[in-house]
T-cell receptor
């Protein structure tokens, strides 16, 4: 199974600031995704991180708020921009390999004050 | 739009009391149905992927089954360490062999009492 790490594991931020979350996968995957898990809720897909091109966002999520990069097959970043308390959530990245499955990182717990 | 509904929302069992969790779904072109276990403060832990109706997979006390409209996660003689939230998710396929991200249900919070 793929090992996925995220940094930071948690952070407390002030409203109006931005936070960049890093995701590293230990083996080559074909696709990487970013999800959000709001308190007490299930996971919601934010976007597909595409290598070397713009991410594909789901309805309700926009690039200006959640810019994503994926410079190579095993690394991606998600930035939460101009944060408000409503952005307090767990942010998770996942890696998918065709014929295998989709594995998740441990998540980044974000609290916005 | 893909949809996943899990029931019950919460389930409390005595140790050794077998039961089943349900996941009903609608998806355009199912590529896979996934079951995950999530413990508090952690990311989802992969359990099973099912690809076609009639498929079954087992792991220790867990068995997952799939029909064209729903999946069941059967728990046989559970132990307290099986307490967790169990998440069901579907993945749609794309033309050209790619795959969408997962659409998750809200999960079943399972508590096994000793």
């Amino acid at each position: 199974s793929a090992v996925i790490s995220q940094k930071p594991s948690r952070d407390i931020c002030q409203r109006g600031t931005s936070l960049t979350i890093q995701c590293q996968v230990d083996s080559q995957v074909t696709m990487m995704f970013w999800y959000r898990q709001q308190p007490g809720q299930s996971l919601t897909l934010i976007a597909t991180a595409n290598q070397g091109s713009e991410a594909t966002y789901e309805s309700g999520f926009v690039i200006d708020k959640f810019p994503i990069s994926r410079p190579n097959l095993t690394f991606s970043t998600l930035t939460v921009s101009n944060m408000s308390p409503e952005d307090s959530s767990i942010y998770l990245c996942s890696g998918y390999r065709a014929g295998k499955t989709q594995y998740f990182g441990p998540g980044t717990r974000l609290l916005v004050l | 739009e893909d949809q996943v509904t899990q029931s019950p929302e919460a389930l409390r069992l005595q140790e050794g009391e077998s039961s089943s969790l349900n996941c009903s779904y609608t998806v355009s072109g199912l590529r896979g149905l996934f079951w995950y276990r999530q413990d508090p403060g952690k990311g989802p832990e992969f359990l099973f992927t099912l690809y076609s109706a009639g498929e079954e997979k087992e792991k220790e006390r867990l068995k997952a089954t799939l029909t064209k409209k729903e999946s069941f996660l059967h728990i046989t003689a559970p132990k307290p360490e099986d307490s967790a939230t169990y998440l069901c998710a579907v993945q749609a396929g794309r033309a050209g062999g790619g795959a969408d991200g997962l659409t998750f249900g809200k999960g079943t919070h399972l508590i096994i009492q000793p």
